[in-house]
């Protein structure tokens, strides 16, 4: 998601009301956050994927982890333009990309650090890459594919990405134009089977009618976030309570300390 920056971008006349008011959450969150042309369908995507990135860790700091830290690669501290991936690749050290890490030291003890990206690989059992639109992943198990191209163990055919069942929260985003279709649910269905992760959430602007009884009876309630966008302030806020939730119980279950 890597374009020209925020405070340069011209807002064009033709954009609507829900685009200009999803760039101003953004920007309210991330001030100088580097935005992809919204005259394409790719771009106002990644718009929408970075405002629920935004909500994912502001929901982590409601629910009591310290203020994050931006960083990319390695670990090195972001500074403004805030660069992100505009399609899915894997974790790497030298990476541009932007990513919030979350620590919880007012938790005694504390809990181990998360990190929340957009639109990286990981894998389920079968081994093959698929893309989060927002992930939730362990920082441990970040900084080892960070810091090695594969896993290996015996009898098991080597890992390229990191292993979804390290992951907190998978979340599917979909900005769209009209009410999600039936090839849409099942390919998002399939996606959140195939990663073990411990929550998945399935976020878009618009709704389905049939998309939401599949999603809830696939996984829970929660996981359905329909008409999400900042000038829907009820159905906004329940995402949000919903996202809060995940990290409350992350901070209160009696596992995961360092």
């Known amino acids: 998601m890597s374009t020209s920056s925020a405070n340069n971008m011209t807002v064009g006349i033709g954009i609507s009301n829900e685009l200009q008011a999803l760039l101003g959450a953004v920007r309210a969150a991330m001030p100088g956050a580097s935005i992809p042309p919204l ?3 790719q771009g106002r995507g990644a718009l929408y994927e970075v405002y629920a990135w935004c909500m994912t860790w502001q929901a982590a700091v409601r ?3 310290d203020s994050p830290t931006f960083c990319t690669g390695n670990g090195v501290p972001a500074t403004p333009p805030y660069t992100f991936r505009l399609g899915p690749s894997r974790l790497g050290a030298n990476d541009s990309f932007t ?3 979350l620590t919880f030291t007012r938790r005694r003890p504390p809990k181990q650090p998360l990190e929340v990206h957009l639109g990286i690989y990981t894998c389920g059992p079968s081994g093959q890459p698929i893309q989060s639109d927002v992930c939730v992943l362990w920082q441990e198990e970040a900084d080892y594919f960070r810091a090695q191209p594969m ?3 015996r009898n098991k055919l080597p890992r390229y990405w990191p292993d979804a069942s390290k992951a907190w929260l998978t979340i599917e985003c979909k900005c769209l134009d009209r009410n999600m279709r039936s090839r849409v649910v099942h390919e998002v269905i ?3 089977r195939e990663l073990p ?3 998945h959430a399935l976020i878009v602007n618009t709704q389905s009618r049939s998309a939401e009884p599949r999603v809830i009876a696939c996984f829970d309630s929660d996981a359905w976030q329909n008409l999400v966008v900042p000038t829907n302030q009820d159905q906004e806020e329940r995402c949000r309570g919903m996202l809060r939730g995940i990290f409350d119980t992350y901070i209160t279950i009696l596992d ?3």
């Open 256 to 258: 995961h300390f360092l």
């Open 39 to 41: 005259s394409t369908a």
């Open 197 to 199: 992760a411990k929550r």
């Open 63 to 65: 629910a009591g982890a």
């Open 151 to 153: 896993r290996t163990r």
């Open 190 to 192: 399939g996606r959140f």
């Open 99 to 101: 990513y919030a890490v």
